[in-house]
Nanobody, 125 residues
Framework: QVQLVESGGGLVQAGGSLNLSCAAS????????MGWFRQAPGKDRELVAT???????TYYSDSVKGRFTISRDARNTVYLQMSKMKPEDTAVYYC???????????????????WGQGTQVTVSS
């Protein structure tokens, strides 16, 4: 059974930092893009950041560019380092993997076929 498990969410003050991790098990995503999405109450799920199979290519939404960093390691774990956080970053953050794309990038939620359960991130003002 394939599982993506996020960790590292919590409460942080505006201007602070938080690091999320996503550990994959049950299959390797070493050739596949992975990404982080988020969903705030009453809003659609949106892409935060994504990267290709080896981390050599990354993409960030305009809202987080320059503040968040996505990375991955050889152990099938994906990270999201968040800094200079804002109250509008408050959301449930989801890790996702696209097993159907090899060595490319995926930018929209329907392209991802594996999802984690989500972790809550709350930024207080």
């Amino acid at each position: 059974q394939v599982q993506l498990v996020e960790s590292g969410g919590g409460l942080v003050q505006a201007g602070g930092s938080l690091n999320l991790s996503c550990a994959a098990s049950g299959r390797s995503f070493s050739r596949n893009p992975m990404g982080w999405f988020r969903q705030a109450p009453g809003k659609d799920r949106e892409l935060v950041a994504t990267l290709n199979w080896n981390g050599g290519a990354t993409y960030y939404s305009d809202s987080v560019k320059g503040r968040f960093t996505i990375s991955r390691d050889a152990r099938n774990t994906v990270y999201l380092q968040m800094s200079k956080m804002k109250p509008e970053d408050t959301a449930v953050y989801y890790c996702a993997g696209d097993s159907r794309t090899d060595f490319g990038m995926s930018y929209v939620a329907p392209e991802y076929d594996y999802w984690g359960q989500g972790t809550q991130v709350t930024v207080s003002s």
